[in-house]
């Protein structure tokens, strides 16, 4: 179907964050499958971990429990610091938010607080809580009593969230809209806010979670805990995963028979996904992810025609003082670089988290270079 446009690359192979298309050419990879290989491609502990695992046990259904999604629930309690944490695994990102809907439909209430620009995904339910009508207008009716407020502004709160609102569900980072970061201390104030009036709180970590801003989740950064977190992109390290996990009350409002998914927690994905969590942890990925974050920031900001570089880690948004971002990102790829541009004005880059310094002094001197051309 038509719905991706035509790609014009076919991408047939990739180590690390190089890969090849079907001509030979290489490229380097600075969009990572949109932040979701943090291990680039082909690493040699997810191929072994899957290898083993599909030569072990492939599938089982919900009816009986492995040793691998145990594990991996188990490690989620650990990143986020809570015992109470309990999982729920699917398959991507609109369905970890469409099971958070559904927790909130649990509480007895059952109106939500977006913001907008938000992204949640294109099922129904996740859509309905997506603040972009280009994408919810040919869709509707949708799900009802969804409101969206403004993102960043902590004045629009008090009012827009009420003891009537079941769930508020916002990005920490909106990515899709363009790496927009809130100002300090919106999340903390939507937190307060969701306490007074008995809400829960659902933070999307889709692309913002498993290390992608140097921290494992980037609420952690804020200062808050939410009672519901949704995961999946990078979650698999380039499998199929996805997860809601609840907190506190938000974890036991699911009982037998309240949801489910055939494939989601397969085997194979949550071995991936164990494998990933031990190489990010071994190999100290978060502090560098977090310096070259800081590099990236600081350096692009001086790049001739950069208005702002913004995000954390290794999930940023340039955005440009015209534009021409479609136009930069084109000419990035002329010479082998694969970026992103998810408005007119902002270039996106969501590399593996195993990128080196040196990737990153490489990709801002050819930025540099094809800002100079346009100049
Ligand atoms: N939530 C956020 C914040 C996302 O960025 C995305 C995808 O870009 C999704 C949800 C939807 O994820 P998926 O495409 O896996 O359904």
């Known amino acids: 179907m038509a719905n991706y446009g035509t790609p014009h690359l076919t991408l047939v192979s990739g180590r690390g964050n190089k890969v090849r298309d079907a001509k030979g050419d290489e490229y380097l990879?600075?969009?990572?499958?949109?932040?979701?290989?943090?291990?680039?491609?082909?690493?040699?502990?997810?191929?072994?971990?899957?290898?083993?695992?599909?030569?072990?046990?492939?599938?089982?259904?919900?009816?009986?429990?492995?040793?691998?999604?145990?594990?991996?629930?188990?490690?989620l309690q650990i990143l986020v610091g809570d015992n109470s944490a309990r999982t729920f695994f699917c398959n991507s990102g609109a369905e970890a938010n469409e099971a958070a809907l559904k927790l909130s439909r649990l509480t007895g209430r059952t109106r939500v607080v977006a913001f907008e620009n938000s992204f949640h995904g294109r099922t129904m339910g996740a859509l309905s809580m997506t603040g972009q009508s280009s994408k919810r207008k040919p869709f509707e009716p949708l799900i009802p009593r969804i409101k969206f407020l403004p993102f960043g502004n902590v004045q629009a709160l008090?009012?827009?969230?009420?003891?009537?609102?079941?769930?508020?569900?916002?990005?920490?980072?909106?990515?899709?809209?363009?790496?927009?970061?809130?100002?300090?201390?919106?999340?903390?104030?939507?937190?307060?806010?969701?306490?007074?009036?008995?809400?829960?709180?659902?933070?999307?970590?889709?692309?913002?979670?498993?290390?992608?801003?140097?921290?494992?989740?980037?609420?952690?950064?804020?200062?808050?805990?939410?009672?519901?977190?949704?995961?999946?992109?990078?979650?698999?390290?380039?499998?199929p995963l996805g997860a809601t996990i609840g907190m506190g009350r938000a974890a036991t409002l699911f009982q037998a028979g309240s949801h489910g998914s055939t494939f989601g927690g397969s085997p194979t994905s949550t071995a991936a996904a164990l494998a990933a969590i031990e190489v990010i942890t071994r190999e100290g990925i978060l502090e560098r992810v977090a310096a070259l974050g800081k590099e990236l920031i600081s350096k692009g900001s001086l790049i001739p025609g950069v208005k702002e570089v913004r995000g954390a880690g290794l999930l940023i948004g340039i955005e440009l003082e015209s534009s021409d971002a479609k136009v930069i990102q084109k000419k990035l790829e002329e010479r082998k670089i694969l970026v992103n541009a998810p408005n007119q004005n902002t270039l996106r880059i969501a590399p593996a988290l195993v990128t080196s310094a040196d990737d990153v002094a490489f990709f801002l001197s050819v930025l540099d270079k094809v800002m100079r051309e346009q100049q």
């Open 29 to 75: 990879d600075f969009l990572g499958g949109i932040a979701t290989n943090v291990l680039g491609h082909a690493h040699p502990r997810i191929v072994a971990a899957v290898t083993k695992q599909l030569s072990e046990l492939t599938h089982v259904s919900n009816f009986y429990a492995h040793p691998q999604g145990l594990m991996l629930a188990e490690q």
């Open 158 to 239: 008090r009012r827009g969230i009420t003891k009537k609102t079941a769930m508020v569900i916002v990005e920490p980072i909106q990515g899709e809209a363009g790496v927009i970061v809130p100002p300090k201390g919106f999340l903390k104030a939507i937190r307060e806010r969701c306490d007074e009036t008995g809400a829960l709180l659902t933070v999307d970590e889709v692309q913002t979670g498993m290390g992608r801003t140097g921290s494992w989740f980037a609420f952690q950064g804020a200062g808050i805990k939410p009672d519901i977190i949704t995961l999946a992109k990078g979650l698999g390290g380039g499998l």
